[in-house]
């Protein structure tokens, strides 16, 4: 049995909005903060994840964040990876401060693109005693590359990005492309993904499936591989080779500081999201992780 309490709390000039999962417990309970994919809001996966943690017995903190979803904040929709480290650590203190959550037992989950931002976030805020990253896209400039078509596509995106939040600047207008789409080739993801465009899935009210284009030059500069180093948080990552960018997370975890593991099966990258087993078998590892580590 858990219950949820919709919760807010500031971050910089924002009030975001979240959803607290607890646990059927009379004591305190470790809390885990937890965030998804880029552009996404917490009901695409974050709610799932922290629904089915609650259930293992943790407080699980799921939240839009700035200029996303229910939250506070302009502009909206723009994936920025400084901004959204800044409300992680604000998420940390919502949870340190709540008086069903254990604030000496604090951890971070990680899903896709949120597991660079929490392992950022983890580097550098010491609440943080465990770190989790399931299906995690980790990138540095060489994986950008290879992702998106080479040096001189990842330069023509960056140009593409200064000359929109040059726009911006000057006229408050934000150019938005879709996030996916299987017709508009400026979108982020030209692909056909049902996880994305299948209402029963992913492609619900709550996300609008706009991406701004100025967020490019922020994204591609975005280096999560050096942050392995700075990590010494028991950390564990849940992945598939035919998930996104096996490469970058061998190459995470390899530079890793502290206790470390990294536990490999099956699923697409998508499959994390939202399918199963690859959503049970994570939550259960996940949980074992935290349950191991946040003693």
């Not at 580097?123 to 770190?131: E, M, Q, Y």
């Not at 180093?229 to 598939?240: D, G």
Request: charged share 20%.
């Amino acid at each position: 049995m858990t219950t949820k309490q919709r919760v807010t709390f500031p971050s910089g000039e924002a009030t975001l909005t979240g959803n607290l999962f607890l646990p059927d417990t009379e004591t305190p309970a470790p809390g885990i903060v937890v965030a998804g994919t880029w552009t996404s809001v917490k009901e695409l996966m974050a709610d799932r994840y922290a629904q089915r943690l609650a259930e293992r017995g943790y407080a699980a903190l799921s939240f839009d964040f700035t200029g996303f979803g229910e939250s506070g904040g302009e502009p909206r929709d723009v994936e920025d990876p400084t901004r959204k480290v800044r409300d992680i650590h604000h998420a940390v203190t919502c949870l340190a401060t709540h008086p069903a959550i254990d604030g000496d037992r604090l951890g971070a989950l990680g899903i896709c693109a949120a597991a660079m931002y929490m392992a950022d976030n983890a580097a550098h805020d010491p609440r943080i005693g465990s770190l989790a990253l399931v299906a995690p896209w980790l990138h540095d400039a060489a994986i950008c590359e290879a992702a998106y078509g080479g040096a001189d596509a990842v330069t023509q995106k960056i140009e593409t990005a200064r000359e929109a939040r040059a726009r911006f600047a000057e006229t408050g207008e934000i150019d938005y492309v879709p996030v996916v789409s299987t017709t508009d080739p400026r979108a982020a993801m030209p692909y056909d993904i049902d996880f994305y465009l299948n209402p029963a899935r992913g492609g619900i009210p709550a996300w609008p499936n706009r991406f701004a284009v100025m967020a490019w030059q922020d994204w591609l500069t975005y280096d999560s591989i050096t942050l392995a180093p700075q990590i010494t948080q028991p950390t564990l990552l849940v992945h598939s080779q035919d998930a996104a960018i096996p490469d970058g997370a061998h190459r995470f975890h390899a530079g890793l500081a502290g206790p470390k593991d990294i536990y490999w099966t099956q699923g697409t990258q998508f499959d994390f999201y939202d399918q199963e087993p690859q959503v049970t078998l994570a939550a259960d590892t996940v949980a074992a992780h935290f349950g191991r580590s946040l003693r």
